[in-house]
């Protein structure tokens, strides 16, 4: 889906439509098609009515009648299969952009967006956007039938067509006033979901250290008041829907009586028949439809809007690297990396230990370009300049391993790719007797963030992912920290064979690490 350059809701909503133009016109058409039988029906049974009261047959009337209500059952088919199409289409397609537009972030994400607003999107947004769409073609079926019973009556009795076609608008118009108050209400209740969503994805995330420090009952009494005020502003959501729909009775139903009043007037004074007085009343109960599908859409927009504005929100978010505007290739091979405020240079093809201590993971994230150096400096990329290559290539070709890297949930055979390599990494991390552990062994399923098995084991798993990429190069941090001695010289051992030739670069300050390496240098 493409979007606009300044993206607004109304534009959002926009660029929605035009993504599957076929659908929005499918659903319009579709939705005036079903709703026309309906709107010619009063005038068919007032015409049956009339021909009773006069004695004529009433076979070819009763013939039509059955015969609308065939084409509206299938047309109607038809609808729901469009609209529900267009429902799903405004919900895929917002949480695939949504979803796109994240993973472009990467660790941008985090510091500018609250975990609840990200969740919330895929929580609630994406059906509110999909309702939207799903109630617009009903809505246009709305006004084409509106016009249709409007021109019958206005062509029966130019007074009573004149009270429908001013009146209905004039009560759909009046539930206007009522949308501002759902709408502000939405808008808090979406906010009290973000702050409840945020804090349950803390519960679940620290769920361990809660229970170790003692601080279940805080995190659930915090839960409680948050879910509350979620209760609270659902209430007011509910009470100014509550006065939207009692409007949307009330309203066109005045409009009802007032024709059916001077339908009969008419009637009694000899100027209207017994059978148009029946279509002025079915075709003024018929209007009922038109203004409750125009209130359902007005409170589908409004919701629509309030989650837009957020969508907005996340899509406006900018990557705090960026990609250069003419980037340059790297060369084939090994490759060497320098960090001119340090002045260290990892050389192409060899095993460096760097002991950085507290500076450690700021090098290692400068020189991998996770973040940029200070103003003056540069990291250089065999001589390339890292903000000069593109971040995809970049990424594919230097590779930076922290120990507290996540595992996201599934299969282990999902999360070593290529799996072609997976048993060689697994060996050099010292980890194939995990796997051998597991019941499904690859197969296993590992829930976010690696809960099942110990740290010692999770970041030998992690070590083995970072391995298995085979990457020109590769920056570990601290690969070892939650291992034995033993198990930490094996590691070393085999990581020193298996990547032999290629760029690796270490920070730790394990002398074992030191035994293997080619290179070692002190930044302290």
């Known amino acids: ?43 068919v049974i007032g015409n049956t009515v009339e021909a009773i009261a006069q004695g004529r047959p009433i076979w070819g009337q009763v013939g039509l009648v059955a015969g609308l209500a065939v084409l509206q059952a299938v047309f109607g088919a038809a ?98 006033r009522l949308i501002a108050p759902l709408q502000k209400r939405k808008g808090v209740q979406r906010e009290e979901l973000s702050d409840v969503n945020a804090i349950a994805a803390d519960i679940v995330s620290g769920l361990r250290i809660l229970r170790g420090v003692g601080g279940e009952r805080q995190f659930l009494d915090r839960f409680r008041a948050a879910s509350q005020r979620v209760r609270r502003a659902g209430i007011g959501v509910a009470r100014s829907e509550s006065w939207l729909g009692a409007a949307e009775v009330l309203l066109p139903g005045l409009v009802t009586v007032v024709i059916t009043y001077l339908g009969a007037r008419l009637a009694v004074a000899g100027t209207i028949g017994i059978g148009e007085l029946v279509t002025f009343y079915a075709a003024s109960a018929f209007l009922v439809v038109p203004v409750s599908t125009a209130t359902e859409f007005t409170a589908a927009l409004a919701s629509a ?113 290529p799996e072609q390599r997976a048993e060689s990494g697994l060996s050099a991390a010292d ?45 570990l941090d601290e690969p070892t920290s939650a291992v034995d001695t033993h198990t930490e010289a094996r590691i070393t051992e085999r990581i020193a064979e298996l990547r032999r030739g290629k760029t690796t670069v270490v920070f730790t300050e394990s002398p074992l690490w ?5 290179e070692v240098i002190s930044c302290r």
């Not at 493409?2 to 926009?14: H, I, Q, Y």
């Not at 133009?21 to 709703?35: M, N, Q, Y």
């Not at 609808?79 to 972030?105: D, K, N, P, Y």
């Not at 250089?380 to 949930?409: C, K, M, T």
């Open 514 to 518: 030191t035994l293997v390496a080619d």
């Open 305 to 417: 809007l309030v989650s837009a504005k957020k969508i907005c929100g996340v899509l406006s978010l900018r990557p705090f690297l960026a990609d250069p505007a003419e980037p340059v290739a790297l060369p084939a091979g090994p490759l060497e990396l320098h960090d001119s405020e340090t002045g260290f240079t990892a050389v192409a093809g060899k095993l460096t230990v760097i002991d950085a201590g507290p500076l450690a993971e700021s090098l290692a994230e400068r020189m991998a370009r996770f973040t940029d150096p200070a103003p003056g400096e540069r990291v250089l990329v065999s001589g390339v300049p890292a903000d000069h290559v593109s971040l995809a290539e970049l990424r594919s070709r230097v590779v930076y391993a922290h120990n507290q890297d996540l595992w996201f949930s599934g299969a282990l055979r999902a999360q070593l790719v």
């Open 431 to 475: 980890a194939d007797d995990i796997v051998a552990g597991f019941p499904d062994g690859l197969d296993e399923l590992i829930g976010e963030r690696g809960r099942e098995v110990s740290g010692g084991q999770r970041q030998r798993l992690s070590l083995a992912r970072a391995l298995v990429l085979d990457a020109d190069t590769l920056l």
């Open 1 to 43: 889906m493409r979007l606009p350059s300044r993206l607004t809701p109304l534009r959002f909503l926009g660029a929605l439509l035009r993504a599957r133009p076929s659908l929005a016109v499918a659903s319009c058409v579709l939705g005036a098609i079903w709703l026309l039988p309906g709107a010619l029906l009063p005038l």
């Open 79 to 176: 609808l729901i299969f469009s609209v529900h199409g267009f429902w799903l289409h405004g919900a895929s397609a917002t949480q695939q952009v949504v979803a796109e537009h994240t993973a472009r972030l990467g660790a941008s994400l985090r510091a500018q967006a609250a975990t609840g607003d990200v969740m919330a999107i895929s929580s609630s947004d994406i059906g509110r956007m999909g309702n939207v769409l799903e109630v617009l073609g009903r809505m246009f079926g709305a006004l084409v039938a509106f016009l249709v019973v409007g021109v019958v009556l206005l062509l029966s009795s130019p007074l009573l067509g004149v009270v429908a076609i001013v009146g209905v608008p004039l009560a759909v118009l009046s539930m206007g």
